[in-house]
């Protein structure tokens, strides 16, 4: 019989992706050690993933998945983690995968036999209340954090977010970082890409924001299939340096850490801002999962009948007055207020 007594708990967190869930995923952990401080705590995670997870004080080991070692490779692994004996697994991704490593960590779950377990509903009943009927039972304000840390209060684990930084990026990755930016270090680092097109605040609004800001130095942000954010470094190429796909994860994580704020979309950038406590303004459109809860962050957002709209802003707009009017009603005028607010107070 596995051991009860939380001196003696051994946690399992089950996310593998994407990108900005593993990132605000990662208050987990100290909110797990602020309830039992002596408990272990492991993480699988998809093999990429991986290094975000470095360093974090919280997390005593991290399980890499490889997607191309498949089922088989998956099976393996949980079969080597079956040996750790876990007291507690906390499903927070609620896929196929994540259910395959349930499975066999308590075959005899249905029984009530084996390690305590919580599984992060997707709460697909007020989804479709929300987005189908426009009836919100959700709590409000959305919050992401909250939304990962809510399931665990059964075990007495508070869905407060424990305070940043909650990511912890490697000295490897700040040199890095440091390397890259060259001139540009301490600037103003923007996000201008985003998983869908309905999150991006417009391009031609990035590019205003940096006329309206000639003494000031920015660096892009973004992945390799980003080729737009070149057209935005175009409008003043002098004092904007575009290091969109030219960063892994780990050093766009430390650019933002080294830069004097992020402006930022609804992506995974603004959640390691966050986790960081990075003074960062978030650009919110259609999508209402992955809001932003730290008092570092100031959200810009338009309070419309429409919004949200879908679940991860995919869309088609639904707005029959202004296409994609949650985001165009935020003018690079605003945001240059703000910005220049920001950088008024001090720094973390």
Known sequence: MLLRDPKNAKFLIIRFSSFGD????????????????????HWITRK???PLLKNHPNIDKIWEFDRKAGLKGLIRLCLQMRREGFTHIYDAHNNMRSRVITWILRPLGILGVGPKFIRRSIRRWKRFLLFKFRINTFEMPFSGQRDLL???????ISKVSPAAPQIFPSEESHKKAQEVLGPYADCVALAPSAAFFLKRWPKEYWKEL?????????????????????????????????LAGKCSLQVSSSVVALSRMLISNDTGLLHVAEQLGQRTIALMGPAPFGFPSRS???????????????????GPCVNKEKYHQCLVDITPEQVTREMKLLLRTSHR
């Open 150 to 156: 809510e399931p665990l209060q059964p075990w007495g």
């Open 296 to 314: 570092s962050t100031k959200v810009l957002e338009i309070d419309l009948k429409c919004r949200p709209c879908s679940k991860h802003g995919q």
């Open 210 to 242: 940096i006329l309206l800001n000639p003494d000031q130095r920015f660096v892009l942000l973004g992945g390799p299939e980003d080729s737009f954010i070149e057209d935005i470094r175009d409008v003043a190429p002098e004092r904007v340096l575009n």
């Open 48 to 50: 990429d993933m991986a």
């Open 22 to 41: 593993v990132v605000q995923t990662l208050s987990v952990p100290s909110a797990i050690k602020a309830s039992f401080p002596e408990a272990q705590i």
